[in-house]
């Protein structure tokens, strides 16, 4: 199924819940709609394309063409010895998956239940969550590019997965547009229990399940980050800044209990932004229509009728604040449009 609408209404797209237009917007539910679209010359210069917009700010209307892959369905596509190869549609749920996987009783996404958005941007920016990333469960991404027009696939090692980061977001950006995602489940589960207060949460169900992380993810989720249909927000605002090592040894020093963690790369640190934010006492502050909410100080939320700009105000300031006390320069996690 095709749409194409003018100046389409993106309230509903973006779970900031900012109130804001598109000149263009096209849905499609099959790759070979996009292409056919493709040869009908209807790329123009400026495009982006949409997921669950939970990691989205917009900062005006949009001013060009906004491309949504609503490609539905879950199925099955393979099997070895340990694994089940599970392929989503970029328009599915992302939490829809996640469910599912757990029903099916195939290990590896429980950690990443709740997250917001759709499949097709999980391998974007690789998400991640409670000792999880993503690119671990990731085996293949089809796609489409946008050049040439023609479908395309690309391994797990092709993804170049990095903290929040895929080549998708560097080398292929506005270059392809994902339609579905593999992902390669474990048979027999390995539960990874090891992030901070998980392990105590899941223990309260008794014995550990598929579902009992789930629903333990879900738990501690919940009472941190807010309910975008309640309140708007795009999940944490900032990443977490990976420091050189000297640099987080100092502020070790200094500030005593600072969390800190390994960050995969040599001689680095990554920090908690979320803490540093804190410490410059932002926690709960309110002003106008946005905040920052009270349980998480990473997360940046709109009260009603907030407009992007008054987010990114926001978020400047936080900036500037957390550059002055502690010398390091917070990087937003959202992708701000316009
Ligand atoms: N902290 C504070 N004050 C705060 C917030 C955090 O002191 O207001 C401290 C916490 O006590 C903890 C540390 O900072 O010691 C880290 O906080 P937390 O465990 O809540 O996780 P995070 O680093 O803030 C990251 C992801 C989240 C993900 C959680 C859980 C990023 C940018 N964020 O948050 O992802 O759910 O870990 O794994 O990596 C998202 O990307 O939108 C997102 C929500």
Same mark, same amino acid.
């Given at each position: 199924?095709?749409?194409?609408?003018?100046?389409?209404?993106?309230?509903?797209?973006?779970?900031?819940?900012?109130?804001?237009?598109?000149?263009?917007?096209?849905?499609?539910?099959?790759?070979?709609?996009?292409?056919?679209?493709?040869?009908?010359?209807?790329?123009?210069?400026?495009? $982006?394309? &949409? +997921? !669950?917009?939970? %990691? *989205?700010?917009?900062?005006?209307?949009?001013? /060009?063409?906004?491309?949504?892959? @609503?490609?539905?369905?879950?199925?099955?596509?393979?099997?070895?010895?340990?694994?089940?190869?599970?392929?989503?549609?970029?328009?599915?749920?992302?939490?829809?998956?996640?469910?599912?996987?757990?029903? $099916?009783? &195939? +290990? !590896?996404?429980? %950690? *990443?239940?709740l997250?917001?958005?759709?499949? /097709?941007?999980?391998?974007?920016? @690789?998400?991640?969550a409670y000792?999880?990333?993503?690119?671990?469960?990731?085996?293949?991404?089809?796609?489409?590019?946008?050049?040439?027009?023609?479908?395309?696939?690309?391994?797990?090692?092709?993804?170049?997965?990095?903290?929040?980061?895929?080549?998708?977001?560097?080398?292929?950006?506005?270059?392809?547009?994902?339609?579905?995602?593999?992902?390669?489940?474990?048979?027999?589960?390995?539960?990874?229990?090891?992030y901070g207060a998980l392990?105590?949460e899941?223990?309260?169900?008794?014995?550990?399940?598929?579902?009992?992380?789930?629903?333990a993810v879900i738990r501690i989720r919940e009472a941190k980050l807010?309910?975008?249909?309640?309140?708007?927000?795009?999940?944490?605002?900032?990443?977490?800044?990976?420091?050189?090592?000297?640099?987080?040894?100092?502020?070790?020093?200094?500030?005593?209990?600072?969390?800190?963690?390994?960050?995969?790369?040599?001689?680095?640190?990554?920090?908690?932004?979320?803490?540093?934010?804190?410490?410059?006492?932002?926690?709960?502050?309110?002003?106008?229509?946005?905040?920052?909410?009270?349980?998480?100080?990473?997360?940046?939320?709109?009260?009603?009728?907030?407009?992007?700009?008054?987010?990114?105000?926001?978020?400047?300031?936080?900036?500037?604040?957390?550059?002055?006390?502690?010398?390091?320069?917070?990087?937003?996690?959202?992708?701000?449009?316009?």
């Open positions: 199924m095709i749409r194409l609408l003018d100046n389409y209404d993106l309230t509903a797209y973006n779970t900031f819940r900012i109130r804001a237009k598109a000149k263009k917007f096209f849905e499609f539910t099959e790759p070979d709609e996009l292409i056919f679209f493709l040869q009908e010359g209807g790329l123009p210069g400026n495009f $982006f394309v &949409l +997921g !669950g917009g939970s %990691n *989205l700010l917009l900062k005006n209307d949009f001013n /060009g063409l906004i491309i949504y892959p @609503n490609i539905p369905g879950v199925g099955e596509v393979g099997e070895d010895r340990n694994h089940i190869f599970l392929e989503a549609g970029a328009g599915v749920e992302w939490d829809e998956l996640v469910r599912l996987s757990v029903v $099916f009783e &195939l +290990g !590896g996404l429980e %950690n *990443l239940s997250i917001p958005g759709k499949v /097709g941007a999980a391998p974007v920016q @690789n998400v991640g000792g999880v990333e993503a690119k671990e469960y990731i085996h293949l991404v089809r796609a489409v590019d946008l050049q040439t027009g023609q479908k395309v696939e690309f391994t797990n090692e092709q993804c170049r997965f990095g903290y929040r980061d895929s080549i998708f977001k560097n080398e292929l950006k506005n270059k392809v547009v994902i339609t579905s995602v593999v992902f390669k489940l474990d048979k027999f589960p390995e539960y990874n229990l090891e392990k105590a899941v223990d309260k169900a008794g014995e550990t399940t598929l579902q009992n992380v789930r629903d807010p309910d975008p249909e309640k309140i708007g927000n795009g999940g944490s605002f900032f990443k977490n800044p990976v420091v050189n090592d000297d640099v987080a040894k100092k502020l070790k020093d200094e500030y005593k209990g600072m969390p800190a963690y390994p960050s995969g790369i040599d001689d680095k640190t990554k920090l908690a932004a979320g803490w540093l934010i804190d410490q410059c006492g932002w926690k709960g502050y309110r002003e106008g229509n946005v905040g920052v909410h009270s349980e998480q100080a990473l997360v940046l939320v709109n009260y009603g009728g907030a407009t992007g700009a008054e987010v990114v105000a926001l978020a400047e300031k936080i900036k500037q604040s957390v550059n002055r006390k502690f010398g390091i320069e917070l990087m937003p996690e959202v992708n701000i449009i316009g």
